[in-house]
């Protein structure tokens, strides 16, 4: 016998595909005598159901899947919380996942997830350096709905919402070269990776209108996106390279940064300006408060939650990015003009 089908259990129910179709999703429609007749089929045929089938059942889990890197980065988990209030808004509940940056960790939470009937999926891509994504292409092959938030996997059909992570770079390293600093760096991540390649692509588009050389040497890659990783890469260059001006990746490695430079003697940002980004809740009660670029989260989780809710509505939603606009918060640690 070939695969089995919601049609094959049907019929040996001697019930119609819809109201197989309701009794597997435990439907208070249908009686409980149907239901126990239809699993005993289920057991009997060793039915499993098409995991991408969502069309098959006439009510939803209500449930929608969000996959994140990790909590330890507080931005991660203000996303969380600003994207639970904004699906509850829609009376659905939201379940969480953690990749570790890791695809393979990714696709195996996507299949748990798919496996408990989520009506859709948001994911904040895996910083992983050589991806496997067969996970996400056949998410697409079956049009699941499913929308990427903070970044993306590049060249992949993708809906996505995220902030203006370039312009963002550009309006605060402009601002310190408008405070007179000339070598500035940025401590940054795998540049091949979409949400450090805008980064770096905007600090150099500010240095090279203000005709300030740019080289690979004033883009300093991290061993992690963490306090630690900042801590380590002042040891790795600051010797070196003397720099008045230094941009970190998010704010938990620029507060890292400080953290190392004030273990040095080294001042901020009489010595050196210092600036992150996202702020994160914490940025502004800092010993030194911490210039960065705001992330709008509520805006882009209620985006991405909204164009989420159009995909399992069956709408037309144009595949691309959806750039939310950001702000530079300008505090002591860096001088900017």
Do not use: W
Request: net charge negative; with cysteine.
């Amino acid at each position: 016998m070939g695969k089995i089908t919601i049609k094959d259990v049907a019929a040996l129910a001697g019930v119609s595909v819809g109201t197989a179709s309701m009794a597997l999703n435990d439907s208070p429609k249908v009686s409980a005598e149907t239901k126990k007749n239809v699993m005993a089929v289920v057991q009997k045929l060793g039915y499993r159901r098409d995991p991408y089938a969502r069309s098959l059942s006439l009510s939803s889990s209500r449930s929608i899947g969000f996959l994140a890197p990790g909590f330890r980065n507080p931005f991660f988990g203000e996303v969380a919380e600003a994207l639970q209030l904004a699906v509850e808004e829609k009376n659905n509940s939201l379940m969480f996942g953690i990749t570790n940056d890791s695809t393979e960790q990714e696709a195996k939470l996507v299949d748990q997830f798919l496996d408990r009937g989520v009506d859709g999926l948001i994911i904040i891509p895996a910083e992983d350096s050589n991806p496997d994504l067969s996970h996400i292409r056949n998410l697409l092959n079956h049009d699941f709905p499913l929308v990427f938030l903070t970044g993306y996997y590049p060249e992949i059909p993708f809906h996505a919402v995220m902030a203006d992570l370039a312009e963002g770079s550009y309006e605060l390293t402009k601002g310190m070269l408008d405070a007179g600093l000339r070598n500035i760096i940025m401590i940054a991540g795998n540049p091949s990776l979409i949400p450090f390649r805008e980064r770096i692509e905007g600090f150099r588009r500010a240095l090279d209108e203000c005709s300030v050389a740019f080289d690979e040497s004033k883009v300093i890659i991290s061993d992690g996106m963490s306090y630690e990783g900042g801590y380590a890469a002042i040891d790795k260059v600051y010797d070196e390279i003397k720099p008045d001006g230094i941009i970190a990746i998010n704010d938990v490695m620029a507060m890292g940064v400080i953290g190392r430079l004030r273990s040095k003697g080294i001042r901020v940002p009489e010595d050196v300006s210092v600036a992150g980004y996202d702020d994160i809740s914490v940025s502004s009660i800092q010993e030194t408060p911490l210039t960065t670029v705001e992330q709008p989260i509520a805006l882009m989780c209620s985006e991405a939650v909204d164009m989420l809710f159009s995909l399992m509505e069956g709408k037309a939603v144009a595949e691309g990015v959806v750039r939310i606009p950001v702000s530079v918060k300008r505090r002591r640690s860096a001088k900017t003009g």
